[in-house]
């Protein structure tokens, strides 16, 4: 009776091994939720490009640059609601699967008086970080990497 048990359970490992391989392989990790997530590219490539060459220091900066570029802020600390929404909805109809990521980041990120606490007040950063963030939370299972 031992024996027969020994060898169904050999069988059973043997066959379910490549599984338990599998996810031993994928390990723990620490990395930021958002590297889980592969999120396209949310924005336009001549804007990207401008603000590119060379690439301005600090979290502010180059998002200020793409955002004022993009016609996104009305000043510096003004996001024209209208421009943003418009381009994520555009941006939505060429990323199949992405539609609640998008319309969550239209309902939490456009209509809201945002902080992301930097050392300095920057709206551009607080919309671009808003949107992200609502888009991790309801990333695609297709776009879900860890």
Not at 10 to 16: A, E, K, Q, R, V
Not at 47 to 62: H, M, T
Not at 69 to 77: E, I, M, N, P, Q
């Amino acid at each position: 009776m031992f024996r027969l048990l020994f060898f169904i359970s050999l069988f059973i490992l043997g066959t379910h091994s490549d599984l338990l391989l599998q996810e031993r392989s994928r390990g723990a990790t620490l990395k930021p939720i958002s590297a889980c997530c592969d999120i396209p590219e949310l924005g336009d490539s001549k804007p990207l490009a401008e603000c590119s060459n060379p690439k301005l220091p600090g979290p502010c900066n180059d998002v200020q640059c793409v955002f004022e570029k993009s016609g996104f802020l009305t000043d510096r600390k003004t996001l024209n609601v209208e421009v943003y929404r418009n381009h994520l909805r555009k941006w939505k109809e060429t990323h199949k699967g992405w539609d609640l990521a998008i319309d969550k980041a239209i309902t939490d990120c456009l209509h809201k008086d945002l902080r992301q606490h930097l050392d300095y007040p920057c709206k551009a950063y607080d919309v671009f970080t808003c949107t992200g963030i609502a888009m991790l939370k309801k990333c695609p299972p297709e776009a879900w990497k860890c």
